[in-house]
């Protein structure tokens, strides 16, 4: 599926087994992936009417807005942290490429597996400890320390939710490694 801003001349990812519960849980993830992808389309331009919309509010209408900052932040980061899975499906995130021409396919395949192990790894503790934070200020009632104050359980929600997403990618990504032969990127 082309959203045209796929790189030129690289590999589209691999197609996992089209049957069997593990086929169905990445074609489940790939439409997570897409319907996370819109709404954080979305939450981009959203961030840029608000932040557009203080600037002609404060400097031409001197009207003053306190929330407007806060609600861009907000939802940047839930952009930025829900589309993680989807960048990581289409192999999207920074790797170490140059490698790739001096190895051959089976090792690039090992390299890879290594790669998204350690990645896996990386995710799911960050994943756990942004559920940890999410609950410590949902029962505490912590909210940020502007006059609008919102809750922070709103931006370390999204952060655990994007980074869940991202590790259950990834883990996905590993499996299908594991279990399809001659699978390279």
């Not at 929330?67 to 942290?81: C, P, R, T």
């Not at 999204?158 to 259950?168: D, F, N, V």
Request: aromatic share 12%; net charge neutral; glycine share 8%.
């Amino acid at each position: 599926m082309s959203h045209g801003f796929e790189l030129e001349g690289r590999e589209a990812p691999p197609t996992p087994p089209v049957g069997g519960p593990l086929g169905q849980l990445v074609r489940l993830q790939a439409r997570v992936n897409n319907g996370v992808l819109v709404l954080s389309m979305l939450a981009l331009l959203a961030a840029c009417a608000i932040l557009t919309g203080s600037v002609f509010l404060r400097y031409f209408l001197k009207v003053p807005t306190d929330w407007q900052d806060e609600m861009s932040v907000f939802l940047l980061v839930g952009a930025v942290f829900m589309c993680g899975a989807y960048v990581q499906s289409q192999r999207g995130h920074i790797g170490i490429e140059a490698l790739a021409g001096f190895f051959s396919p089976a090792a690039n395949r090992l390299r890879l597996l290594f790669c998204d192990a350690a990645s896996f790894a990386f995710c799911a503790f960050f994943s756990w400890k942004s559920w940890s934070m999410l609950h410590e200020a949902f029962v505490e009632g912590q909210t940020t320390s502007s006059s609008w104050a919102p809750p922070l359980w709103i931006p370390y929600g999204l952060m655990a939710t994007g980074m869940t997403l991202l590790s259950l990618q990834i883990l996905l990504q590993v499996i299908t490694a594991l279990t399809t032969k001659g699978a390279s990127k």
